[in-house]
């Protein structure tokens, strides 16, 4: 693990802290792990409904995903196909 993000930057220091992940970073807030260039990839446990704008957002800056809860679709697309497509990933 490289970061953590939070709403708050104490929440992500205590979940470092719970997890015995000294070595990451904490972020108080999910843009600020997005343009870490030292993380590559996201896992994104937020509700379903705000899997679009983070899904988008993490491909925009070329992040890796995994998304926790069932994915929502677009058009019919599942929204990681579609951020895929939007920004030319695989």
Request: hydrophobic share 40%; proline share 4%.
């Amino acid at each position: 693990m490289v970061a953590v993000g939070s709403r708050t930057l104490d929440k992500a220091q205590a979940f470092i802290q719970e997890t015995g992940a000294s070595s990451a970073k904490a972020y108080g807030s999910y843009e600020e792990v997005l343009n870490d260039a030292a993380v590559h990839g996201v896992y994104i446990p937020l509700p379903t409904s705000l899997h679009l704008e983070w899904v988008k957002k993490a491909a925009a800056k070329g992040k890796h995903i995994l998304l926790e809860k069932p994915i929502a679709t677009v058009s019919g697309c599942p929204v990681t196909c579609f951020a895929q497509q939007l920004y030319g990933l695989q």
